[in-house]
Nanobody
Framework: QVQLVESGGGLVQAGGSLRLSCAASGGTFSSYAMGWFRQAPGKEREFVAAIGWSGASTYYADSVKGRFTISRDNSKNTVYLQMNSLKPEDTAVYYC?????????????????WGQGTQVTVSS
């Protein structure tokens, strides 16, 4: 059983930045790929970014490529999502998730454990 706790969400103006954190416990964090997803009101949950077990492999949705950076610190059991140049369309609840395997995945069905989510609101 893996527990995930996200933090770092909030209200920011368009063009601003936020850094989300996701702390994991209860598993072998360094063995897992990690992902970030988001869900806006009235929309389906969508993939944002993923990172492999070592941090060497990353993958991004086209909508955030060049603006968001995913990283991890295995010594702290934590994955991060640095979000720059935020846009109102980035407004959503952001979730981190664990994939029980070393490689990145982009489908939410590939992920086994989820955090409770953190709200990100970008004002125009």
């Amino acid at each position: 059983q893996v527990q995930l706790v996200e933090s770092g969400g909030g209200l920011v103006q368009a063009g601003g930045s936020l850094r989300l954190s996701c702390a994991a416990s209860g598993g072998t964090f360094s063995s897992y790929a990690m992902g970030w997803f988001r869900q806006a009101p009235g929309k389906e949950r969508e993939f944002v970014a993923a990172i492999g077990w070592s941090g060497a492999s990353t993958y991004y949705a086209d909508s955030v490529k060049g603006r968001f950076t995913i990283s991890r610190d295995n010594s702290k059991n934590t994955v991060y999502l640095q979000m720059n140049s935020l846009k109102p369309e980035d407004t959503a609840v952001y979730y981190c998730a664990v994939r029980l395997g070393p490689r990145v995945g982009i489908r939410d069905s590939e992920y086994s454990y989820w955090g409770q989510g953190t709200q990100v609101t970008v004002s125009s």
